[in-house]
Structures are given as C-alpha cells and as structure tokens.
C-alpha cells in the first residue's frame, strides 16, 4: 500500500509528525520527530477570550480555533523550515472534549493528510498526557508504568499497560482538581497569571500559596473516613465547598493578601495530601492486579505544580520506583504531546482511515476496542 510503502523507506527515528489539538481552548500545532524531537511547536491560548464568562463557552472555543488553526499550522511548518509534504503523518486529537472544538481540528487533519496522501492518526487525548513522559526516553518510561492524569478536565490513575491498553483504578467523583484550584482562585480573587500563558489559574494558586501559612485555616483533607479513605477514587467539590462556605461566612477577607495566601495554602496542601494518598492507594492495587510497575508517571496541568510533583515522587519512592514527569510546560495541552502519541501509534501501525469522525466522550479503557478503519 502506498503509505505503508512510502514509511517503510525511511528509518522510524527519522518520521516527521505533525500533532493538532484543538479539543478545548488550546489550539496548538507541533512537529515531533520519531527519536523525540520536537522540530517546531505553537500554541495559541483563548484564556482572554473565556476569562469574563467563568469558564470555556463552547461555541466560542470552536469559532476561535476555526480563526486560529490555520496561522498555528502554517506558522508550526514556518518554524521548522518544512511544507506539508515533507511530513510523514498527521495526528490528531480526536477525542475527549467539545465536540464543536474536536471537530475543528479533526476536518483540518484529514483534508490535509487526505490530499497528500499521508497517514492519519486519531489521539485519545489522555493517552497523549499519558504518553508524554516517554518521549525520546521510552528506555526510561518504560509499560507497564502507574499513571496520574491531573488536569481541568480529568483526575484519575489507571495503569498503562502498553500504548492503547490502559485500566482505570481511580477517578474522580465530582470536580477535577483542576476545576477545583481554578474555582478557589476565582473565590480567592486571584487574577489571570499571563493572557498568554497556559494552564489557568492554578499556577497563580500555586505562587501565592508559597507565601501562605497553610495551618491557619486547617482544612479537611478529602474522603479521609474510614468508609471512603479505602476508595482510590478522588473527591474534590466538598473541599472546594469548604472555601467558598468560609468566605460567605467572612472567615477569610479575599482583599488581604496574607488571608489570600493561607487559604491557597491550606487548600493545596489538603488537595495534595489527598492526592498523595489516593496514589499510594492506587499503587497497591496495581501490585493487587499482578502489575510490575517500573515508575509513578504524573501528567496534565496540575502535574507541573512543584508540591504534587514532591509529594508523588515521595509515594513512587516508598514503592521503590521513580516519578517521571513531563517538563511543565508539556504538562499542559500542546500539540508536542498530540505529535508524540502519533508517533507512538505509527509505530505500532495504529493508523486511522480518512473518513473518522471525533469521539466527545471517550473513556481511556475503551481505547482497545475503538475501530481503526486502517486505510
Ligand atoms: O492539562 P490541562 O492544560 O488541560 C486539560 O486537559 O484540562 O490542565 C489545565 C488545568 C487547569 O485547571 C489549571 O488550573 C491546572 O491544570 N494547573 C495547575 C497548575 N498549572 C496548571 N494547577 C495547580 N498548579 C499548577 N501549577
Ligand atoms: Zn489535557
């Protein structure tokens, strides 16, 4: 076959990949070489265009990645000196999020992997995060390992068994951590760290909660009893209640920076501590399941944050493995990642066929079972 053909000429360390991500208000682009490099990348953030309305209105996520993909895509193949037909394959994330977001994204990969005759590969976009730590280090991150995915969208811990074969052990019951740092920040009154900046308002969380004392506002640290503590599920909405209860009932004034700071403290050090022991939790079942792990691999926003990057790396210590983690800055979405897992599935000849359509909710375990549709 004609693509299979025109792969097998070139050696897979040397495969270009384009990634696209446009699953929610990232729109981003990156060309990856099959050996990990990252060859270009461009993100362009909507943080301006959502922060007024309290949180991603769909249709304007959508409208803005219909104006942007273009520019990000012809200014990612600028950067790196390349035309379209110089790349080997097209990745795309072709699900979870809002479906008008996906779809953006997705028509734009196959009309250009259709008219030029390349290969075509569909993303699960937790698969991506999950994947992104092994990048040029698959030596190092090697299956089956234990994964942490914290983002705005998702928290959970599933092992990774090898690329598509991925089994929940936790997740979470109501808000993601992520959705649960933004909303104190927002409580807190803390302003937007950078328009062009990724990855919300929990960095800005995290700056402040350095200056704060976090035992002044003691705060409980999730599912803690002895009914849910067995649970390696995650529960953030009554924390993030907490808050907003003390600052109805004027407990903390948001306008004094000190009272600021210690309950960002506070809050991250009972949301860390949860996290912390729902891994340690997680860990034991993995070892229940029969599972060998060789590292604790945290990704996706949260995951660049230095306290839970401490506290999991102390739990992947006590299991005697290593914590292996994506720089920050592709912790959060980007189009590295996409491009990554791409080259991952090519691969292992995990290629999509032209006519796939985006899959808004996706869960990771049902990677397996997805049709490929191989061209
Ligand atoms: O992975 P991501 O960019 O997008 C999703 O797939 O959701 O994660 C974004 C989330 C936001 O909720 C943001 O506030 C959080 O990650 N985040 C952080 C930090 N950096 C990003 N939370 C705490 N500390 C950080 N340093
Ligand atoms: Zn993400």
Sequence with gaps: MLLVRRLST?????????????????TAAAVVTGD?????????????????????????????????????????????????SDVDAVAVTRGPGM????GVGVAAAKALAAVHGLPLIGVHHMEAHALMARMGREDVVQFPF????????????????????????GSTRDDSVGEAFDKVARDLGLPWPDMQ??????????QIAMRGDALRFPLPVPMDKSTSAVSPDFSFSGLKTHVRRMLESGAFDPRIPQD???????????????????TALACRHA???????????????????????????????????????????????NGVMIAWAGVERLRRGLLDSYSFDFIQRWPLDHLKETPLNCP
């Design 99 to 102: 479906a008008a977001s996906l």
């Design 36 to 84: 990990g490099r990252v060859v270009s990348e461009t993100n362009r953030h909507q943080h301006s265009v959502h922060a007024s309305y309290g949180g991603i209105v769909p249709g304007l996520a959508a409208a803005h990645h219909q104006a942007n993909l273009p520019l990000v895509l012809r200014e990612t193949l600028q950067q790196a000196g390349l035309s379209i």
């Design 10 to 26: 070139k050696a897979l360390g040397q495969v270009r990949v384009l990634g696209i991500e446009t699953s929610c208000d990232d």
């Design 287 to 333: 070892r229940a399941m029969g599972v060998n792990i060789t590292c604790v691999v945290a990704s996706g926003g949260v995951a660049s944050n230095a306290a839970v990057r401490q506290a999991l790396a102390d739990v992947a210590a006590k299991e005697g493995v290593p914590l292996e983690c994506p720089p920050p800055r592709l912790c959060t979405d």
């Design 260 to 278: 600021q700071a210690d309950v960002a403290a506070a809050f991250q050090r009972a949301a860390v501590a949860h996290l912390r022991k729902k």
């Design 146 to 169: 234990l994964c942490v995915l914290v983002s705005g969208g998702h928290t959970m811990t599933l092992v990774a068994h090898d690329v598509s074969s991925y089994t929940t052990i």
């Design 197 to 206: 900046e990724g990855g919300g308002l929990g960095p800005a969380l995290e």
